[in-house]
């Protein structure tokens, strides 16, 4: 069967993702498109020249009974409710990040889905299907580099439009930092404290850029993130891990070396959207073929966006107080305990 898919939210993701899901992947098919913007959600029907109906709103949408699936790439603070009636109407959901922009709204969406009785929901943390973090994850968990003790994280966007807000360097940015880490090293978080340094003049006055993030886990391990939105020179995303008898670092994306003018260069990528192209791919062609062939989604489940809600909030707090928040996780509902879990599917 085909899966067939509503998208909420045609802006720059939504655009991509329709894409993938029209020209390069297999199983999926967009049916149905909504946005606040309506000129966005038509302009998307056009340009992918895609057979799908644009509905005025997410609810009128999911209702369709010819979505099967629906792909949420609105703003974060509206994921949820969307969320919460695909649940409730027994659609498939891949949200992007943030699942939900407090830990209270992720876990009402956890009890939803635990209610309804099987998993429907996958969010959008494609680090963990890229390369890089897959063959770091390998090499700990193969104990190549000893027992983690550091890790050093750097997330820079060359700039931010007018829009983006300090707090959104932890909800929107660092909490890619914030599932992928955990899950490189296998551990919980224990606290979080943000520094803010001296400001960039090339950020809007409104934002206080960059920010350095320091998280501790429960095992002792201590890290640093960079969170550096308006750097200026492309996106550039780092991560090294430090073992008791060795280091391992993220691979660069392999680009051309230039050798010109007396001087040997190489591009630096701008944007997520090449960055992690490869990523994106798989982690949307992995939500339809787990469902096509088991029913359910197997990635980055609803316990992954709550466990990265309640660090995001507790790091806005650590915006605002300057002090050492602390990372209060539930105990984790065995609904969520799985042979299946996506660390084991993404090891495989
Ligand atoms: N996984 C990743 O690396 C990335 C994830 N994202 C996430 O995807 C989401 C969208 O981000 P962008 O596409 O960059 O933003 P965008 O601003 O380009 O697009 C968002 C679209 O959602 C629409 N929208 C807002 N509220 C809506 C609602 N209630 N119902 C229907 N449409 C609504 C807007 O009109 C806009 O067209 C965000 O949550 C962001 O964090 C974005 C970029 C990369
Ligand atoms: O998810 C993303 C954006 O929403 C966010 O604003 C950027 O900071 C991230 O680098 C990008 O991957």
Not at 67 to 73: F, K, N, Q, S
Not at 260 to 288: G, M, T
Request: net charge negative; proline share 4%.
């Amino acid at each position: 069967m085909t899966l067939r898919f509503g998208v909420i939210g045609t802006g720059a993701i939504g655009k991509t993702h329709i894409d993938r899901i029209t020209n390069r992947l297999s199983g999926g098919e967009i049916v149905a498109v909504t946005d606040i913007n309506q000129n966005s959600a038509k302009s998307a029907v056009e340009e992918y020249g895609i057979q799908a109906k644009v509905y005025p709103d997410d609810k009128s949408l999911i209702a369709d009974e010819n979505v099967d699936a629906v792909i949420i790439a609105s703003w974060g603070p509206a994921h949820a409710e969307s969320v919460l009636a695909a649940i409730e109407a027994g659609k498939y959901v891949f949200c992007e990040k943030p699942l939900a922009t407090t830990a209270e709204k992720s876990l009402e969406i956890v009890e939803a889905e635990m209610k309804f009785g099987k998993p429907l929901v996958q969010v959008g943390f494609m680090r963990r299907y890229d390369q890089g973090y897959k063959q770091m994850k390998n090499a700990i968990v193969n104990n190549e580099i000893g027992e983690p003790l550091m890790i050093h994280a750097v997330h820079r966007n060359q700039s931010t439009s007018e829009n983006y807000t300090t707090d959104m360097a932890v909800v929107d940015t660092l909490i890619h930092e914030i599932d992928v880490l955990h899950w490189l090293i296998n551990d919980d978080y224990k606290s979080i404290q943000a520094i803010f340094p001296k400001r960039t003049t090339k950020a809007l006055d409104h934002l206080q850029d960059p920010q350095l993030f320091i998280i501790e886990t429960q095992r002792g391990i201590v890290i640093t993130v960079e969170v550096f939105t308006n750097c200026q020179f492309g996106y550039d995303i780092q991560c090294e891990v430090i073992g008791e008898i060795g280091t391992i670092k993220l691979p660069e994306v392999p680009t051309p070396v230039v050798r010109k003018n007396a001087a040997i260069s190489q591009p630096i990528l701008q944007d997520w959207k090449d960055r992690f192209i490869v990523a994106y791919d798989l982690e949307i062609q992995h939500f339809i073929d787990s469902i096509r062939k088991k029913g359910y989604p197997e990635g980055p489940t609803s316990w992954d966006g709550y466990i990265a809600a309640v660090t995001s909030d507790a790091g806005v707090r650590a915006q605002k107080t300057g002090q050492k928040e602390l990372i209060e996780l539930k105990a984790r509902p065995e609904f969520y305990k799985s042979k299946n879990s996506p660390i084991q599917n993404l090891m495989s």
